[in-house]
């Protein structure tokens, strides 16, 4: 997975919705649901799957053959599976793709017309009302994401990925109480979504390392919070390699009154990892 140029994002950047409009948004395949923006493709070194005809195919089978496509980061051949089976039948998913595969391309304008085109079919697509989000958050709309990522929230309230869009909205302005909040419900919807979109390369570099910091404590707070020591033992390490200036609330802070009884928390603690460049 790659991500966005550090010069068009904050750290905590948005994230992609999945192209199925009527599925509930779960742990699927990292390139058909989250993703940035990102730097030039180059295609890797991957068995192709076998080719079907772009002609003679039904529209389901040209999809799922782009979706194959997709999933190998081969975007340009991907982008002709979709719009040979939008000739023949178009859906909203498959426009929503079709604008997903544009963007791993640099191509945001290209993407927000199949956004839009996915919304004229369906009002109610909310994974097209929240990547129209991130199109707006790409160009530093920030409050027409905002609106974009209510909307879909409005259909989908149970989303953590709409959640965790609308919080990075609000983070990146420096909102942090009004973020902490999203964020909290992001994690409560789906305890591993810091550790999965982490893990999808999806966090950008911060446009300051304070706010990378403050991000990697809050996120810290939360696990410790949640019992989960392990991940906020790691996110407390990476708060103090970041250079985290307010460090010293671990010891104040009631969330993580569990996790200072725990001996790795002082060894950490005594370490005092210095932050990195």
């Excluded at 195919?57 to 081969?74: I, N, V």
């Amino acid at each position: 997975m790659v991500s966005l140029p550090t010069s068009q994002t904050r750290y905590v950047a948005p994230v992609l919705a999945a192209a199925l409009c009527w599925l509930p948004l779960s742990a699927r395949a990292a390139s058909d649901q989250q993703t940035q923006l990102p730097t030039p493709v180059q295609q890797p070194q991957l068995s192709p799957p076998p080719l079907i005809s772009l002609t003679a195919s039904s529209p389901q089978d040209l999809e799922r053959q782009g979706d194959q496509l997709r999933f190998q980061k081969r975007y340009l051949d991907a982008l002709d599976y979709y719009q040979a089976a939008l000739s023949k039948e178009a859906t909203p998913a498959r426009y929503n793709k079709l604008g997903m595969a544009d963007l791993f391309l640099q191509r945001p304008r290209d993407a927000e017309k199949a956004f839009d085109q996915a919304l004229k079919l369906d009002k109610n697509c909310a994974e097209a009302m929240n990547n129209r989000g991130f199109i707006e958050q790409l160009k530093k709309n920030n409050g027409k994401a905002v609106k974009y990522y209510k909307k879909a929230l409005v259909v989908r309230p149970t989303s953590s990925t709409f959640h965790y869009n609308l919080a990075s909205v609000y983070f990146s302005e420096h909102k942090f109480d009004v973020a902490a909040k999203e964020y909290a419900t992001a994690f409560q919807l789906d305890p591993d979504i810091f550790n999965r979109v982490s893990r999808m390369g999806i966090m950008a570099q911060a446009s300051s390392p304070q706010d990378r910091a403050a991000f990697s404590f809050m996120v810290a707070k939360m696990y410790a919070q949640a019992g989960d020591f392990d991940h906020s033992l790691e996110y407390l390490r990476k708060a103090m390699e970041e250079g985290y200036k307010g460090i010293d609330k671990v010891y104040t802070d009631s969330e993580f009154a569990t996790l200072r009884t725990d001996k790795r928390f002082a060894e950490l603690m005594v370490q005092k990892p210095q932050p990195i460049p």
